[in-house]
């Protein structure tokens, strides 16, 4: 009898399909696989992202083939606006998926449901950001470049040397304004954004004696407190 086993690689197929599966129902008597294959050994965002999708309809294997699969082709999509960047011209957007077709390595792992090739995805995406800091300098640049990589590395593990060469990149780049108070007023989150009150209660502080100072006790008299 012919049957399709996936040979060494089932492994992981079935690996991160019960992943998924766990996330989606929880059964207990799940958790005796993870004691030949622990839970930690994948990073858990792709499958979380695809028993999400499971959720909608099918849960079965096939279905998790198809929605990783699915996830993992996004990776073209950066890559387009990277090979533009770089030189290339609109029509390049049509002969990047023409030569991810002849590629063995892409359609290998375009056609192996695993979480590699959408960590491929953030890392393209992160690289992109990362290219448009450097370019603008702007501030939400390198904080989507950040939360990118970081997807990736919760996506698969070896997007980790990537992340951590973005962050040494930035820092290089960044040398010289590093031991500023300016710089650390940029990467570091703006308080006053986050809690508009607080900046309510800077303004005020910033007015003349008797100006927006005497509010609270206006208040209570109006309210009859």
Known sequence: MLFRSGGDWIGDWVGHYHRAHW???????????FTFDPFTARPPLLNLATSAMMAQG???????QVFTTLLGTVAVLPLCR????????????????????????F???????WTKLA??????????????????AKTHHWAIAGLALSAAVLAHYSS???????????????????????FWSRSAPDCR??????????????????VGRDLPREHLR???R
């Open 23 to 33: 996330f989606l129902h929880q059964d207990p008597s799940e958790l005796l696989i």
């Open 107 to 113: 359609m290998q792992n375009a056609t192996y449901s």
């Open 58 to 64: 099918d849960d079965s294997f096939a279905a998790y």
């Open 160 to 182: 980790a040397p990537y992340a951590l060469a973005a962050v040494a990149a930035y820092g290089w780049c960044h040398r010289r304004q590093s031991g500023t108070a300016v």
């Open 119 to 136: 960590a491929a995805a953030f890392v393209l995406t992160g690289a992109w950001f990362f290219r448009r800091g450097l370019a603008s």
């Open 222 to 224: 109006a309210t009859g």
């Open 193 to 210: 954004r986050r809690h508009p009150a607080r900046a309510d209660v800077d303004r005020l502080g910033d007015r003349p004696a008797g």
């Open 82 to 105: 990277l090979v533009v960047a770089a030189g290339g011209r609109q029509r390049s957007f049509a002969l990047v998926p023409l030569l991810l077709l002849v590629n063995p390595l």
